[in-house]
């Protein structure tokens, strides 16, 4: 699915966390929201899933007007920075849990939910993990099942919050290779959010860099890396300090 | 390199004579206080024997006054669960003008004395009270009899499942409700499936709380039920009457019940709260 974002705009009473920004991310596009921590990032993601409301601008799904839908009707998988496991229910009764409370949208019988639901662990390499409790599994495993648990809902967008952004350099590494795979393999529009630049440049399709409250250049990882369009943008890319910042 | 120090052991150390006395201390404060009263309740109680324990307990107004207590805490307890699970979402999942006013007014009950608060049932609903002349021209009968017992029982028992329960999902955040609403999941779903479970321990401690001061509670009632025996008598109540009739075998009971509600509740609520410690993560 297109999303097209324009001209969005939220304030916090007076702070004003998004300033007129605009954003068009194609069919099957993996596209990284890139920029310093209170940049507005999760604010833009918050508004592209329907978790928050923007004060004026407009957010087209497929050129329709999603802007005033809200995120039940969206059909956005959403994967928190935490990644937000319901720590009461089972790994299982977590991938299952949209399939659940949408039965009459899904159509499925029990049998077929809990087939399903292994298929998802054994898409994310989880296999036989139904009966696992979320405190039993680390922080990669964790990370997957939320990723499971969004797909489950066969959502037409993937929305993912610094996904890799608690876990450790190695499992990292390991683990965007694997989404980005995964996400050809969907063929899903894709929007995740980090403040590493190397993970932006290396997995995305195109990069959106972001300064406070804007959009400071929008490129293939190419474009913005050989041709930054601002100061911020080389310095973000390339200063010597930057990569102190992003950790 | 610095070397990193074991924080789990004290490096305090006090003289071991300072220790001994304060152990001494608490010891012999928990044991004049607290275990020589319950041990006084039960001996009382037994002083003539099971047999004259078991007759005091089931004579017809020590059973109209459990049936009373029962029927008081069995209104009042569900009651503030409802309005403790209500104020508590509120207020920690959402922002609304009075929110701080809310807060405040939850407390209100612990901060008046329960004397105050059964007298301000009688001032309202009192036979010269605002609402007196209405409810009598209906022939509805509050202060003096039932309904006013529940009343000053469930606003004296008011705070119990709320306070457990704010910071409780204020500390718990919402992200899993809004993976929840992600999903596809509505409001009311999320509530049963989500927030709910999530806190089960919390809410159980706060109605095991709730639970065991609308059974014991004394002031507030005693104002408003007009201590008719076999019909507007409590325990505790009952209890005081007994006393006043110098049956001590009798008072001490049935408060011997009351005492066995708290140890019950006491081990209820340790395990309440060794699961809470588990589960947090
Ligand atoms: N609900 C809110 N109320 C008030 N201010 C908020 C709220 N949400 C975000 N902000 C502010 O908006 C700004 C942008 O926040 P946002 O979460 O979008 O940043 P971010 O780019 O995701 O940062 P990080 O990399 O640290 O996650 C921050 O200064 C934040 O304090
Ligand atoms: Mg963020």
Same mark, same amino acid.
């Given at each position: 699915?297109?999303?097209e974002?324009?001209?969005?705009?939220?304030? %916090?009473?007076?702070?004003?966390?998004?300033?007129?920004?605009?954003l068009?991310?194609?069919?099957?596009?993996?596209?990284?929201?890139?920029?310093?921590?209170?940049?507005?990032?999760t604010?833009?993601?918050?508004l592209?899933?329907?978790?928050? %409301?923007?004060?004026?601008?407009?957010?087209? %799904?497929?050129?329709?007007?999603?802007?005033?839908?809200?995120?039940?009707?969206?059909?956005?998988?959403?994967?928190?920075?935490?990644?937000a496991?319901?720590?009461?229910?089972?790994?299982?009764?977590?991938?299952?849990?949209?399939?659940?409370?949408?039965?009459?949208?899904?159509?499925?019988?029990?049998?077929?939910?809990?087939?399903?639901?292994?298929?998802?662990?054994?898409?994310?390499?989880?296999?036989?993990?139904?009966?696992?409790?979320?405190?039993?599994?680390? /922080? /990669?495993?964790?990370?997957?099942?939320?990723?499971?648990?969004?797909?489950?809902?066969?959502?037409?967008?993937?929305?993912?919050?610094?996904?890799?952004?608690?876990?450790d350099?190695?499992?990292r590494?390991?683990?965007?290779?694997?989404?980005?795979?995964?996400?050809?393999?969907?063929?899903?529009?894709?929007?995740?959010?980090?403040?590493?630049?190397?993970?932006?440049?290396?997995?995305?399709?195109?990069?959106?860099?972001?300064?406070?409250?804007?959009?400071?250049q929008?490129?293939?990882?190419?474009?913005?890396?050989?041709?930054?369009?601002?100061?911020?943008?080389?310095? %973000?890319?390339?200063?010597?300090?930057?990569?102190?910042?992003?950790? | 390199m610095?070397?990193?120090?074991?924080?789990?052991h004290?490096?305090?150390?006090d003289?071991?004579?300072?220790?001994?006395?304060l152990?001494?201390?608490?010891?012999?404060?928990s044991?004049?206080?607290?275990?020589?009263?319950?041990?006084?309740?039960?001996?009382?109680?037994?002083?003539?024997?099971?047999?004259?324990?078991?007759?005091?307990?089931?004579?017809?107004?020590?059973?109209?006054?459990?049936?009373?207590?029962?029927?008081?805490?069995?209104?009042?307890?569900?009651?503030?669960?409802?309005?403790?699970?209500?104020?508590?979402?509120?207020?920690?999942?959402?922002?609304?003008?009075?929110?701080?006013?809310?807060?405040?007014?939850i407390?209100?009950?612990?901060?008046?004395?329960?004397?105050?608060?059964?007298?301000?049932?009688?001032?309202?609903?009192?036979?010269?009270?605002?609402?007196?002349?209405?409810?009598?021209?209906?022939?509805?009968?509050?202060?003096f009899?039932?309904?006013?017992?529940?009343?000053?029982?469930?606003?004296?028992?008011?705070?119990?499942?709320a306070?457990?329960?704010?910071?409780?999902?204020?500390?718990?955040?919402?992200?899993?409700?809004?993976?929840?609403?992600?999903?596809?999941?509505?409001?009311?779903?999320?509530?049963?499936?989500?927030?709910?479970?999530?806190?089960?321990?919390?809410?159980l401690?706060?109605?095991?709380?709730?639970?065991?001061?609308?059974?014991?509670?004394?002031?507030?009632?005693?104002?408003?039920?007009?201590?008719?025996?076999?019909?507007?008598?409590?325990?505790?109540?009952?209890?005081?009457?007994?006393?006043?009739?110098?049956?001590?075998?009798g008072?001490?009971?049935?408060?011997?019940?009351?005492?066995?509600?708290?140890?019950?509740?006491?081990?209820?609520?340790?395990?309440?709260?060794?699961r809470?410690?588990?589960?947090?993560?």
């Amino acid at each position: 699915m297109r999303i097209e974002a324009q001209q969005l705009a939220r304030r %916090f009473g007076a702070f004003v966390a998004l300033d007129g920004v605009s954003l068009s991310v194609g069919e099957g596009e993996l596209v990284a929201l890139l920029g310093p921590s209170g940049s507005g990032k999760t604010t833009l993601l918050r508004l592209v899933a329907g978790l928050d %409301f923007p004060d004026s601008g407009q957010i087209l %799904f497929d050129g329709a007007d999603a802007t005033a839908v809200p995120i039940q009707k969206r059909q956005v998988g959403f994967v928190f920075q935490n990644y937000a496991l319901f720590r009461h229910m089972s790994v299982g009764q977590n991938v299952a849990f949209g399939l659940e409370v949408n039965r009459k949208k899904f159509q499925m019988t029990g049998r077929q939910i809990r087939e399903r639901v292994s298929e998802l662990l054994r898409l994310v390499q989880l296999p036989g993990f139904e009966n696992r409790r979320p405190h039993q599994l680390s /922080g /990669g495993q964790r990370q997957r099942v939320a990723l499971a648990r969004a797909l489950a809902i066969e959502p037409r967008i993937l929305l993912l919050d610094e996904p890799f952004g608690a876990l450790d350099a190695k499992v990292r590494k390991e683990l965007r290779a694997w989404v980005r795979g995964l996400q050809q393999k969907l063929k899903i529009t894709t929007i995740f959010v980090t403040h590493d630049q190397e993970e932006a440049l290396e997995l995305s399709d195109r990069v959106v860099v972001m300064n406070h409250a804007r959009i400071e250049q929008i490129g293939t990882p190419a474009e913005v890396y050989d041709y930054p369009a601002t100061p911020f943008v080389w310095e %973000f890319l390339r200063g010597t300090t930057s990569r102190e910042l992003a950790t | 390199m610095e070397r990193i120090i074991p924080v789990s052991h004290p490096t305090i150390r006090d003289p071991w004579p300072i220790r001994a006395v304060l152990v001494g201390v608490a010891i012999a404060f928990s044991v004049l206080f607290l275990l020589v009263p319950l041990f006084a309740v039960f001996y009382e109680a037994f002083q003539k024997g099971v047999f004259a324990y078991l007759s005091a307990i089931q004579k017809p107004a020590a059973q109209s006054a459990i049936q009373l207590t029962l029927l008081v805490a069995s209104i009042a307890v569900p009651a503030n669960l409802i309005f403790g699970l209500a104020a508590a979402w509120a207020i920690a999942k959402f922002q609304f003008p009075g929110k701080s006013l809310l807060i405040s007014l939850i407390d209100l009950p612990f901060a008046v004395s329960p004397v105050t608060s059964g007298l301000v049932f009688v001032l309202l609903f009192g036979a010269r009270g605002w609402f007196g002349p209405l409810l009598s021209a209906w022939n509805i009968k509050i202060i003096f009899a039932v309904p006013g017992i529940v009343l000053a029982t469930v606003f004296v028992t008011f705070p119990f499942v709320a306070r457990e329960l704010i910071p409780l999902l204020q500390s718990q955040g919402s992200d899993e409700e809004q993976a929840a609403l992600s999903l596809g999941a509505n409001g009311w779903s999320t509530f049963w499936r989500i927030t709910v479970p999530k806190a089960r321990w919390g809410i159980l401690y706060g109605v095991i709380l709730c639970n065991a001061r609308a059974m014991g509670e004394f002031g507030a009632v005693s104002v408003v039920s007009g201590h008719i025996r076999g019909l507007t008598n409590t325990i505790p109540l009952h209890v005081e009457v007994l006393y006043n009739d110098y049956d001590y075998v009798g008072a001490f009971a049935v408060a011997s019940l009351l005492t066995l509600l708290a140890l019950v509740t006491l081990v209820i609520k340790g395990l309440l709260t060794w699961r809470m410690q588990e589960r947090a993560f």
